[in-house]
């Protein structure tokens, strides 16, 4: 069985920081791009962040470039995103993901991704 279980979320205060992990199971993930995604409440889930497959590229959504650092280390299956100088505007639920598709392309779209985690809440209070 496929899963990625996301964790490291909390409630932290306004400039603080938090990591997300995200462990995969079930099939190796080291081919895959991996993304980072957030839904905040009354929201669309968005775009966060994306790593290619062996770390040498990333992409970033706008708001969170400076702050956010996305990573993965292949031989734990693990994908982190090191969150600081957080915002309240980045609360939100945020859910790790995987595209299969043998791709060097970080796609910031949902439908290209083809494995979701259950989501790690994170609030960032004022």
């Known amino acids: 069985q496929v899963q990625l279980v996301e964790s490291g979320g909390g409630l932290v205060q306004a400039g603080g920081s938090l990591r997300l992990s995200c462990a995969a199971s079930?099939?190796?993930?080291?081919?895959?791009?991996m993304g980072w995604f957030r839904q905040a409440p009354g929201k669309e889930r968005e775009f966060v962040a994306g790593?290619?497959?062996?770390?040498?590229?990333?992409s970033y959504t706008d708001s969170v470039k400076g702050r956010f650092t996305i990573s993965r280390d292949n031989a734990k299956n693990t994908v982190y995103l090191q969150m600081n100088r957080l915002k309240p505007e980045d609360t939100a639920v945020y859910y790790c993901?995987?595209?299969?598709?043998?791709?060097?392309?970080?796609?910031?779209?949902?439908?290209?991704?083809?494995?979701w985690g259950q989501g790690t809440q994170v609030t960032v209070s004022s």
């Open positions: 079930g099939r190796t993930f080291s081919s895959d791009v």
């Open positions: 790593i290619s497959w062996n770390g040498g590229s990333t």
């Open positions: 993901a995987a595209d299969r598709h043998w791709t060097v392309v970080i796609s910031t779209v949902e439908r290209s991704y083809d494995y």
